[in-house]
């Protein structure tokens, strides 16, 4: 009788041989071979308008800072120019300059 192998065992395979060829299709581009694979470069700017996200969205500071998780106190160091965003908070921070409603969902969900 011939062995019968799971679905599930079939999926593990695959999803491990898919793995191994990205890994090979990884090395392949580091090494130059452009065929198999692309890049992409994240580009976050050094520097953000804070207050032009802000008021683009017709908010308040403190209705800003409440509505996308931000310490109001930080934010008016950002607007007056006291500090600046980190890296991941310039991603935020573009994030909801060109899609609020997006950044909204994520954070009202449970």
């Given at each position: ?6 679905p599930s065992a ?92 997006a950044v909204q ?6």
């Amino acid at each position: 009788m011939g062995k019968t192998i799971s679905p599930s065992a079939k999926k593990a395979r695959s999803v491990g041989s898919e793995i191994v060829e990205a890994l090979q299709n990884a090395v392949a581009y580091a090494k130059g071979d452009h065929s198999k694979g692309r890049a992409h470069r994240v580009l976050v700017p050094q520097r953000i308008d804070v207050k032009q996200v802000r008021s683009k969205l017709g908010l308040s500071q403190s209705d800003f800072a409440e509505k996308f998780g931000i310490n109001a106190a930080t934010l008016r160091n950002w607007e007056q120019g006291r500090r600046q965003p980190d890296g991941p908070a310039r991603v935020l921070l573009m994030i909801i300059d060109r899609e609020p409603a997006a950044v909204q969902r994520v954070l009202l969900s449970r």
